[in-house]
């Protein structure tokens, strides 16, 4: 079993910023892509960012130059770094990650984090 474990969502004013991190623990070999993804209210899930086991990122266009996502590989932890936070970007967080498992990628997901902006 692998499970993700979240932290660093709530509430925060216009202009703000916000750091998510989301830790990996349980039995895998390595984690290829790690990614963070939103669901406003009434809307579906969107990804806001990824990043390869390179390192290698890529944003929705709605957050670039405002979020930064980041991993730590030593720790098995991705990061996610909000600037410049908007209204719309209030939304449940949820962390994603492909460990490999027996010969396999898994799929798992976080609990997701609220991340609420507004003043």
């Known amino acids: 079993q692998v499970q993700l474990v979240e932290s660093g969502g709530g509430l925060v004013q216009p202009g703000g910023s916000l750091r998510l991190s989301c830790a990996a623990s349980?039995?895998?070999?390595?984690?290829?892509?790690m990614a963070w993804y939103r669901q406003a209210p009434g809307k579906g899930r969107e990804l806001v960012a990824s990043?390869?086991?390179?390192?290698?990122?890529n944003y929705a266009d709605s957050v670039k130059g405002r979020f930064t996502i980041s991993r730590d590989n030593a720790k098995n932890t991705v990061y996610l770094q909000m600037v410049s936070l908007k209204p719309e970007d209030t939304a449940v967080y949820y962390c994603?990650?492909?460990?490999?498992?027996?010969?396999?990628?898994?799929?798992?997901w976080g609990q997701g984090t609220l991340v609420t902006v507004s003043s």
């Open positions: 994603y990650m492909r460990p490999l498992v027996g010969g396999r990628y898994l799929d798992v």
């Open positions: 349980g039995r895998f070999i390595s984690i290829n892509t």
């Open positions: 990043i390869s086991n390179v390192g290698s990122a």
